[in-house]
């Protein structure tokens, strides 16, 4: 058995759990970034009523099904 006192076993134990909530964080940003980026241009989000469509036409300018609010492309960024 490894001798180890209260304070050492207690900032190990932190450490450890900060690091996995670092990589856990990390890994969410990266995969809600990329997720993103990677639904192109065919998806749109509606800015009145927060809907996401999907719409393949090449207009700048598409009205949404659910409100019927005008709505531009924007490269695959929530708004």
Known sequence: MIPITLS???CL???IFLAGMLLLWGGY???R???Y???GRDHVYCRICSSRYTDSS???L???PVCGSLNER???KKV
């Open 74 to 76: 924007t490269a695959g």
């Open 29 to 31: 940003e990266v995969i």
């Open 37 to 39: 980026d990677s639904r």
């Open 33 to 35: 970034r990329y997720g």
């Open 58 to 60: 090449d207009a700048d």
């Open 8 to 10: 050492w076993f207690v």
């Open 13 to 15: 134990y932190l450490g």
């Open 62 to 64: 598409l009205h949404c």
